[in-house]
């Protein structure tokens, strides 16, 4: 660009033959430009541009310079961009060598810099392409906090248009201004060029807010300067989400009673909570440690197997045993659920829920009240966020409530209200969880379905890092059940209650114009009943005596008491009132709502003394329990007017008690002896004042003291009469049979303080029939036997002249020699039985002495063998003797050897001698075996031997002994006759 025309030429003419020259009016692109002075400032905007546009690569100038030539444009000034315009100058005239090598030093220089631009352009081009591929959004600013550039990532993060936010001050991406202020504050306040702030509010072009980890570190030049700063920015919005999701659900497993444990892929803890470390008897973290360690090689083997299931997508559930903290072992109850990432699924580890049911092998099996961590939790979980909205609910919630989890999340809990618990209880509820605290009450709720359920119900604030309240957790315990059975015991206790205070009213006997109306009272005390009245039937007339819980008066009442209403209750015993406001039988003179009754009548032994009459609150049916109540309080009614009927006789007949010569006695509570008459002393053996204070225990054998305690035990529980009858081994009297009735007895309060019994001795009465049975049974066979063999024979002698009269008269004479031998023998029983029969000191040696000596008389030819100790003394009734000798003789006189021998042999057992008699003849027929293994009052016929045998019996029975029976070898019979020994000779 040359000024005149032969210089251009010139100068073509001398650059040609080594460059390239391009000669133009308009600027045109070139490596390097020549420059005249003079055409400077015609060219110099064009030519600024240029060399703007070529920056960072150098585009030489070369100037031409005159020594007459003068312009307006500084040539060496940079501009804006810093470039200058004329990069060298020369002056004119030059020759073509000069020129040639400022031409060439200057394209060098260009040549230089197109490399360094080249390579620049590479390593700028990698470095934009990481700055784009970074997920994170980047920005750029400048010393003026100027957005100067940023990535794709952050376009599309705060979905604006680079071109939109260029140039622009920074903190209009954030959510206020305040939260800009604080990101310069903590930044300027680092000490390195670079920190993170973990959350801060930015606010996207469409309004949307979202949390952003930020990390900003300062730009500066090679000098050191500051350039700016670059801030890179991640949306958290999703991680804080997890967390607070995680502090939710941490919230949820610490509060459970299971223990939980969560496990990497590798067996390794990553969550344990307190239970879990309870058990194991640790309180510091256990994560990172592998459960191999913690269960030991033996447990873990099994463990093992289940847990490789688990990671294979299984739940499995199994028991195992593993010892506690104190190496005790416990039954543990384990569930492996997959652990899965994401909406990947992925299963990146082993979920366990683990539940101590060592005490469920002691007890019946329980529920298990939780199958799994929170989702499987057999309580309804559930979750809101601050406002209350539902986020979460398990599978239990729908169980109990009927709402699925996709029904409930999103909506509030006041689904579930059922408009039976006040707004004070929701206000009470909503101030305590927000203030922080925990919420524990029963609660009355509505299902989905419209049903109304009892839960028991425990809300608990979640809150952040910070210690406030992102959200609630509530766990809902179904209650339903046990609120039924509440209620059910509770009108049971009602029904006890009632029950409890009629009895004692009627127990202490007081006047019935009190008695009557405070049972009145009692029962319509209760909200299960409504109005109560009584009207007691005097010689079939009504004669009212009381109401409560009415507002009527005597002659209302009086007049629904109809002779038509009374037959009706008197005819069915319990007669049920379908609604007490509308006849047949109206009981309201005010109308009302409409309400059943029952009429119950007042009996006692076929007698009716009246007529119970009960209402029962609207809509509030009567159950069966009450009305079973209402049925035994009108007996007990009944018996309380019949005992004051019988007042009076009662009293009369205590005096005539007082002289009857049995038994009678009161025995406390804990059953010792307050009071007591004389025939108490007489068959105790013990003075009156050793007696009073103990019980049947110091006179009685324990079995039969024992039963005794049982009866008075029936009578306290029932407080009802109860008969019994025994037969007891007395000190002095011996067997004896007593036919007794029991009494509850009351103090003066009509509290229950013991028992009054009445024994009645009906032991010679049972002895005195025994023996009549007996006898009678004798003398009937042996009479009707014996007479018909008289009467016969004489009949023949009579008949036939020629008969043998000698032979049928010796018959006659056998046949009545025997019934004067039965006879004797009866006489001999009737004075044995007449005799004494209180057991004594006899020796056992002078008793078998003389009874050798009478048998050796009898029997000279029998021989009576003695084996064992005859030293002792036994405690027998006198007629013991007889008894021996009686067996003794059977077996020399049934022997069928000519010299018979019988053995008596002796033997000590504890506190009793036991005397066996052995013979070797034809045994004991079998009808009179019977007599002594108990089976004779069976026997069809009873022989005059037989009568011997039984009356031993009784001798050995008096004497508080016992008869026993078996086989000899290789012959005979073994009669054992087993007696006490003398008290001093007893151990």
Known sequence: MVNERGDEQALTHLLRDRYEVIVDETLQSADCYVVDIAKLPTYSEALRDQKSSADPAFLPTLLIQRPSSSIDVDPFESGADGVALVDESIQAPVGKATLERRLDNLLTRRDQSLALQSEFQTV????????????????????????????????DLFDYQFSEIEGQPVHRIFETAREYQDLVAEFEGQVDDSGVVPAVSYETKSGAVFPGETRVSRLRDEFGA?????????DVSERLERQRELKRYEAAVEGSSDMLVALDREGAVVFANEQYRNLLGVSDDIAGTHLREILGEDIYETAETHLQQALDGESVAYDRVQPDRNGDPRTLSVHYYPLREGQTEEITGVFASIRDISEREKRE????????????????????????????????FEDITGYSPTDAIGRNPRILKSGEMSEDYYEALWNTVTEGAIWEEEVRNKTKGGDTYHAHQTIAPVTDQDGDIEGYVAIQTDISEQKANAEEIRQLSEVRRISSEVNQLIARMGPREEVLPQILDSIASSDRFGCTFFAELDAGAVDFRCESGSELD???????????????VTDAGVYHIKDVTTGPFQQHVEPGPPHEGYGIEVAHDEYTYGVLTVHFPPDEPASDEEIQLLTDLADDIGLYLHAKETEEERQTFAEIVQQIDDPIMLQGLDGKFEVINPAVVRHADLPKEELLGRDEFAFMEPADATEISRQKD????????????????LP?????????????????????????????????????????????????????????????????????????????????????TGLVELAKKERQIVEILSESKTPAKISLSRLVTQIRQRLNDQYPNGTVVVEGSLDSAIQAVPQIEQALCELLENGLKHHDDERPVVTVATERDGDHLSIHIKDQGPGIPKMERQ???GDAERTALLHGSGLGLWLVKHIVTQSNGSLEFEENEPRGSVITVRVPLWRSQAP
């Open 226 to 234: 500051g350039q700016g700063y670059i801030a890179i920015i991640r």
């Open 931 to 933: 007599i002594i293994e």
């Open 124 to 155: 700028q081009t990698k470095f934009r392409r990481l700055f784009e591929s970074i997920r994170d959004a980047i920005v750029v600013v400048n010393t003026d906090r100027e957005i100067v550039n940023c990535n794709q990532a952050f376009t």
């Open 365 to 396: 099996q329980k529920l298990r009240k939780f199958k799994q961590a929170v989702d499987a939790a057999g309580h309804a979980v559930y979750m809101t966020d601050p406002d209350g909205d539902i986020t979460y609910a398990n599978a239990a």
């Open 714 to 729: 029936r009578v306290l529980k029932h407080e009802a009469a109860m008969e019994y009858e025994m037969q007891v081994s």
């Open 554 to 568: 005597r002659v209302a009442v009086g007049q629904f008491h109809t002779d038509r209403y009374v037959k009706a």
């Open 732 to 816: 002095e009297t011996g067997e004896r049979v007593f036919s007794t009735t029991r009494y509850p007895h009351y103090d003066l309060d009509g509290e229950l303080d013991g028992t009054i019994a009445i024994c009645r001795d009906v032991t010679d009465l049972k002895t005195r029939e025994e023996h009549l049975r007996v006898i009678d049974r004798l003398l009937r066979h042996n009479l009707n036997n014996d007479m018909t063999v008289i009467l016969g024979n004489a009949e023949q002698i009579r008949a036939d002249p020629e008969a043998d009269v000698s032979q049928l008269a010796e018959r006659i004479i056998d046949t009545g």
